[in-house]
Each structure stands twice: as structure tokens, then as C-alpha cells.
């Protein structure tokens, strides 16, 4: 059986993979620098996204 990745994380998810406090995370929400949605009560942030952010800061930084 073909395990498939997660297409959104959650947001403790988040916190693990970019090392940062909850509250670092929904300012980079709040901030629109992190893409995400809400689905019911909970905030989801597409894998995508998170790349995206990533790729920004790492051009940001070769600057």
C-alpha cells in the first residue's frame, strides 16, 4: 500500500518543521507571508505553501 504525503499540515505540524513558537507561526499567518485556510475550527496550511515560504526567505537571504 502507497502511503500518500499530507497536501496541509496543521499547525503544531508547522511548528516542528520551521522550529518556530505557535505565535510566530499565526503572526506569519496574520501577516499573509504563510498562506492557510480554515476548515471548520481549524487553520490548515497547504504543504505548498509552506514551500513557498521557504523559497521566499531563502531568496530573501541571498540578497
Known amino acids: 500500500m502507497t502511503t500518500i504525503p499530507p ?37 490548515r496550511i497547504p504543504v505548498t505553501a509552506l514551500h513557498d515560504y521557504l523559497r521566499t526567505k531563502k531568496e530573501e537571504n541571498a540578497q
Not at 27 to 41: A, Q, V, Y
Request: glycine share 2%.
Open 7 to 43: 497536501l496541509v499540515l496543521e499547525v503544531p505540524e508547522v511548528m516542528t518543521a520551521l522550529r518556530m513558537s505557535r505565535s510566530k507561526v499565526y503572526d506569519l499567518i496574520r501577516t499573509k507571508k504563510l498562506e492557510s485556510f480554515t476548515e471548520g475550527r481549524l487553520r
